[in-house]
């Protein structure tokens, strides 16, 4: 693993030292490729399924939109496109793109078309796990879907081309948050170089990539459950920013009640609650028990926002 990471992270310092390349190095090359990757094997699967799709199982029979954000978490998806935001603005500033209106326009149309993919890419492999039963039987998890599904259809081949994709996906998203982490620090602090920035992420990169993957998983689910619903909330907040006037009153109080709650759900990751403790909570906080005790405080909180926000611009 020493090895491996050490290669992998050299190769991520290759491409992200030079951000002004990183169009031509990802955007051509390995995009493309991960891209094709994926379609040989869902596009085989879907024309080729093992079976017929089997019934859904636990959550997902009861409250499957609930379970699907919640497992949506592990994506991280909507926590990289705030920092992802900082290279592709810069990308296509670097194409010449200055004016705001075309600006907006061009950004907004790349991120309609890269969660279209992800949308895409998502429901064959839902599909693939639902028609694979037959073939390689129930699995935990997405990889081990992924893993026993190209090992079916295309042997030795089919782990090699699983690898293809495994290592780009995760080669191009080392690359974007090295790159938009040291982009954002260098900002804060001008002082130090955007290069210092890009060595510092991809050591700290190396020896958490060391701890292993249980590790890891140890200690980013309880900062996963603290960080999504401040994510969420703050992109549902700048989509109706204009219904409010943009009100930094409404912003603090909608983000302080899913930082509360999200305080609450990192603990209870971490560490867990006593069943009183829990039940006490489940009773206080509406659709805590399915993971979204965030919701109706932060609805809350945001329509108090409004009526403060309303009444300090009257005053004022």
């Known amino acids: 693993m020493a090895v491996f990471s050490l290669v992998f992270f050299g190769m991520t310092y290759w491409l992200s030292i030079s951000p002004g390349k990183l169009v031509d190095r990802i955007g051509k090359v390995l995009t493309p490729v991960l891209l094709l990757a994926i379609a040989i094997l869902v596009g085989y699967a879907a024309i080729n399924p093992m079976g017929v799709p089997q019934a859904a199982q636990g959550d997902f029979v009861t409250h499957p939109l609930v379970k699907g954000i919640l497992e949506g978490y592990g994506t991280m998806d909507a926590l990289a496109s705030l920092v ?31 969660a279209s993919c992800l949308a895409v890419v998502y429901l064959f492999i839902g599909y693939m796990g639902a028609t694979g039963v037959a073939g390689i039987g129930l699995q935990e998890n997405g990889a081990s879907v992924l893993s026993k599904t190209a090992q079916h259809y295309f042997g030795t081949a089919g782990i090699v081309l699983l690898g293809v994709m495994v290592l780009l996906a995760c080669l191009s998203t080392a690359v974007g948050l090295i790159t938009s982490c040291a982009e954002y620090f260098n900002r804060l602090c001008p002082g130090i ?27 980013s689910i309880p900062m996963l459950m603290l960080l999504y619903p401040l994510t969420i909330v703050i992109i549902l907040l700048a989509l109706t920013d204009k219904l409010f006037g943009g009100g930094r009153i ?26 009183e403790t829990a039940a006490a909570i489940e009773r206080a906080l509406p659709f805590y028990n399915i993971g979204l005790g965030w919701v109706v405080p932060s609805l809350a909180c945001f329509i108090l926002g409004c009526i403060l926000n309303a009444a300090l611009k009257k005053k004022a």
């Open 250 to 275: 409404v912003y603090f109080c909608t983000m302080m009640a899913a930082l509360m709650v999200g305080l609450l759900d990192a603990y209870k990751a971490a560490f867990g609650f006593d069943a």
């Open 193 to 219: 170089s955007y290069k210092v920035f890009v060595i510092l992420n991809t050591v700290v990169s190396i020896l958490l990539a060391n701890k292993g993957l249980s590790a890891i998983l140890q200690f």
């Open 84 to 114: 992802f935001a900082i290279i592709v603005i810069d990308a296509v500033r670097a194409m010449g793109v200055d004016n705001r209106a075309d600006l907006l326009k061009t950004t907004t149309i790349s991120g309609v078309l890269a």
